[in-house]
């Protein structure tokens, strides 16, 4: 089945720029999504890319598709305390939601 | 506002009891969704339904059921809890053209 990949981990310090990486495998997908997830809370929709797009930018995130390699990429600018958070990558195959596909999650710890 | 809501927030129960976990949801979208959250495997997908009387099984479906009697909820039933189901459950629905998932708050369900 589809696969979606994202490493565990990233540590940054406020000021500097967050890449969150993403790999899939579904290559018939056709949205691609970032959503974020605070402590003791649901998920929430950061932005969303179609799969035609190569890059989507929204204030201070960045999102950067490359299909031909099935790497996705998040880019938050001038990355603050209040980024600190779980950031989900999924991809879906039509626009229904019925089959996303998330990853692992990635944890962004933002330092002082 | 429309909103989606789940009760309750945080359960203990034992082994071999019966556990129904509420959704509800206001924003009158015909698909609803459960994913169970669990550290290493990011959201796996259990049940969903695209409308009223409609089921269908997700990737880890084996020990949950669920019904959809009306737009806004979709309970899920775990028949005889096990100590692999305790995890964090998330519900969510969608409607619009882009697949956005709106998450529910989580419920924390503990199998002793």
């Known amino acids: 089945g589809e696969d979606v990949e994202q490493s565990l981990f990233l540590s940054v310090r406020e000021g500097d720029s967050s890449v969150i990486n993403c790999t899939y495998t579904?290559?018939?997908?056709?949205?691609l999504y970032w959503y974020k997830q605070e402590p003791g809370a649901g998920l929430q929709l950061l932005t969303y890319?179609?799969?035609?797009?190569d890059m989507k930018q929204d204030q201070r995130l960045t999102v950067l598709l490359n299909k031909k390699d099935k790497h996705l990429s998040l880019r938050i600018a001038d990355t603050q305390t209040g980024d600190s958070a779980i950031y989900f990558c999924?991809?879906?195959?039509?626009?229904?939601?019925?089959?996303?596909?998330f990853g692992g999650g990635t944890r962004l710890m933002v330092k002082p | 506002d429309a909103e989606i809501t789940q009760s309750p927030r945080h359960k203990i129960t034992e082994t071999g009891r019966q556990v129904t976990l509420a959704c509800h949801q206001t924003?009158?979208?015909?698909?609803m969704f459960w994913y169970r959250q669990d550290l290493g495997h990011g959201l796996r997908l259990i049940h969903y339904?695209?409308?009223?009387?409609?089921?269908n099984k997700g990737e880890v479906s084996d020990g949950y059921s669920v019904s959809r009697s009306n737009t806004e909820d979709l309970p899920l039933t775990l028949e005889s809890a096990a100590s692999s189901q305790t995890s964090v459950y998330f519900c969510?629905?969608?409607?619009?053209?882009?697949?956005?998932?709106?998450f529910g708050e989580g419920s924390r369900l503990t199998v002793l």
């Open positions: 969510a629905s969608t409607g619009t053209i882009t697949g956005e998932l709106f």
């Open positions: 924003w009158n979208h015909n698909n």
């Open positions: 579904d290559s018939s997908s056709t949205y």
């Open positions: 339904s695209y409308g009223v009387q409609d089921t």
């Open positions: 999924a991809e879906s195959a039509n626009n229904a939601g019925n089959m996303l596909t």
């Open positions: 890319i179609f799969s035609n797009m």
